[in-house]
């Protein structure tokens, strides 16, 4: 068999075959080289879903004369010189195959000024033209290429097109990504003559934040966490929704890399573990996340259309996005606020952050203080009658109605540092079927699901102290006998250290039975039985060994949620503004070991609104 050199037109329709797999990939490409050149405005005009024309206008730099044939000729670059040049690109296009592989199958028109030029420059190609034959244009600076009836000369790709909306969808989607990309540069985008989007430059952070919220929606914003960090010479910064903000799909999932956008499992992986025991089951976080570093450490040259790169450090990347975000996560709670002028809570409740001014309350004697309220929920009631709700809710109106409100400058006698400042989550009103707790803030009102605020308190607790080695544990005064499978306790048998490190001291006394006699401190009162059943079911699904490490959390999960106050349990006042001081204190405390939400707030305006109060 004999071998043939390819003619060049056919060799750039086979390139064309990585780079434009639809009229949504010219315009990243397009694009890509307008950001390259340095531009500041950019305007994409597109027809027919991109089947009839792409026009691409940017006011960059543009291209010389004498280089615009060059520019239509594969392997031909400005961007890269060298192999040192290639491991460190700091240039979104370096392969100089876009514009030749456009040509090729479509009618392409280039016209392009420099600086100081009299005029600027036009050529016209095809991919079949040998030479080409640069003629004057009255085009200001900067650079305009228009992609007309892509695909003409390949008809069996051009079948592969899907309808003018799917393909116009697609370039929408883009489009969104790349006007993220670039908050430096005015963006502008027609269908069908139709103006679309149109972004003007986004400088200060108010400005950034209305294209983010333009794109995102502003409920994004609401529901979002700022992030900044800087560590181990990276640079992590933009936005990461609430975990009760999330998605049922990775559509909202926005990760550049010294402004490139990317897919990587790494990157991924890092996020989802910091999400990990704050997310609702199959739900998906949403993020607009901007990460640079040295271009040294990152090759964006392994994947043909660059949607992927590899980190020459991948761990240290790893863990600097997990820690970030972790952090960060675990910041969002419930905490209170001072300026000079006025105090200032700042609710992070699930679904949106406020930011309330008021003014310090008087004294409320007869309210319990942090201190005096202060004990675990799970401990032992101080009355066996539980207190009548009706009469909870009568006996706090006459408290409050009773006080002299005019002495505005006494501490409140809630408040942790006698500043006069009122808890962020306020307190217990009532315990609503025996479920949820009603507290007054200075706000309005928040509800919270007593489990699952427990669970989280309880779930951190328990990190804290297995992560320091110190679990409490407590000795049981009758030791409890379990009957399991023979399976079950080989396994105890086994794990007996690991057991140990969780607070529990068991022993198997038999083929099939074992015998606890002590268990964490935590989890007074709580069915021993079926708490060490679930935990040796979660190792046996888990696996042994490393395995049980890696999902030492689950299992800490597990056994916080057999700890904590159950629904129809009647709690005591001073139960559940303890409950609610220590929500304050706890990291992540928006949300239970599963992701729900733990507690939600009506502020006095939304009340006004239920009872068309002011209309």
């Known amino acids: 068999m004999r071998i043939y050199a390819l003619p060049p037109q056919l060799v750039n329709q086979i390139a064309a075959g990585e780079v434009v797999e639809r009229p949504a990939s010219v315009v990243k490409e397009l694009v890509e080289n307008c950001f390259d050149a340095g531009a500041t405005q950019i305007n994409v005009e597109i027809e027919q879903g991109g089947a009839r024309l792409i026009k691409i206008r940017d006011n960059g730099c543009g291209i010389e004369k004498e280089d615009l044939p060059l520019a239509l000729s594969r392997h031909a670059t400005s961007k890269i010189k060298s192999l040192q040049d290639l491991e460190q690109v700091t240039t979104m296009g370096f392969r100089g195959e876009a514009l030749p592989s456009i040509s090729s199958v479509s009618r392409l028109i280039l016209i392009s000024r420099v600086a100081d030029a009299d005029c600027a420059w036009r050529v016209q190609a095809d991919g079949s033209e040998e030479e080409l034959d640069p003629q004057p244009d009255p085009h200001p600076l900067g650079t305009t290429i228009e992609v007309c009836d892509l695909f003409y000369n390949t008809p069996a790709r051009r079948k592969f097109l899907k309808t003018d909306k799917t393909e116009f969808t697609h370039i929408d989607t883009l489009f969104k990504r790349m006007a993220l990309s670039r908050f430096d540069i005015a963006f502008e985008l027609k269908h069908n003559q139709r103006e679309v989007f149109n972004f003007k430059l986004a400088q200060t952070q108010e400005e950034k934040e209305q294209r983010v919220a333009h794109i995102f929606g502003s409920a994004f914003l609401e529901n979002s966490v700022a992030i900044d960090f800087n560590a181990s010479g990276m640079h992590l910064y933009g936005w990461v929704g609430l975990p009760t903000f999330s998605r049922s799909q990775q559509d909202m999932q926005y990760f550049y890399v010294n402004g490139r956008l990317i897919k990587d499992r790494l990157v991924t992986h890092a996020i989802k573990q910091a999400y990990q025991d704050v997310l609702f089951h199959g739900r998906h976080p949403v993020y607009v996340l901007y990460l640079v570093l040295d271009p040294g450490l990152v090759d964006v040259n392994a994947h043909p259309q ?13 863990d600097f996005l997990f820690k970030a975000l972790h952090r960060s996560l675990a910041d969002v709670r419930p905490q209170t606020q001072q300026n000079e002028a ?25 309210k319990p203080t942090a201190r005096q309220s202060y004990q675990p929920v799970n401990a032992p009631r101080q009355s066996s009658l539980p207190l009548n709700v009706d009469a909870q809710i009568e006996a706090y109106t006459r408290v409050v109605a009773s006080e002299n409100v005019t002495n505005i400058q006494e501490p409140f006698a809630g408040s942790d540092d006698n500043t006069g400042t009122l808890p962020a989550l306020g307190f217990a009103v009532a315990h609503l079927h025996d479920v949820y707790i009603l507290a007054e803030t200075q706000n309005g009102i928040i509800l919270v699901d007593a489990h699952a605020a427990h669970e989280r308190v309880t779930y951190e607790q328990f990190k804290n102290d297995y992560q320091q080695g110190s679990v409490p544990s407590q000795p049981l005064l009758l030791p409890v006998q379990i009957d399991v499978t023979r399976s079950e306790a080989d396994l105890a048998d086994e794990q007996q250290a690991f057991f140990m490190s969780l607070g529990f001291e068991l022993n198997r006394m038999g083929e099939e039975m074992i015998v606890v006699r002590a268990v964490p401190a935590l989890l007074s009162g709580v069915d021993i039985a079926l708490l060490v059943k679930d935990v040796l079911a979660d190792i046996i699904e888990h696996g042994m060994s490393q395995r049980i490490e890696q999902r030492c959390n689950e299992i800490l999960s597990c056994i916080a949620c057999h700890g904590s106050v159950r629904a129809n349990r009647r709690l ?6 303890a409950l609610l001081r220590d929500m304050e204190k706890t990291e992540r405390s928006g949300q239970c070991n599963h992701g729900r939400p733990t507690w939600v707030e009506l502020s006095k305006k939304e009340l006004d609104k239920l009872f068309l109060r002011g209309q």
């Open 572 to 577: 005591t006042v001073p139960e559940m503004n």
């Open 306 to 318: 660059k949607l992927e790169v590899r980190f020459r450090e991948g761990r240290t990347v790893h």
């Open 342 to 366: 006025a105090a200032e809570i700042v609710v992070a409740r699930p679904d949106v952050q406020q930011v309330v001014d008021f003014q310090p309350l008087p004294t409320l004697d007869n």
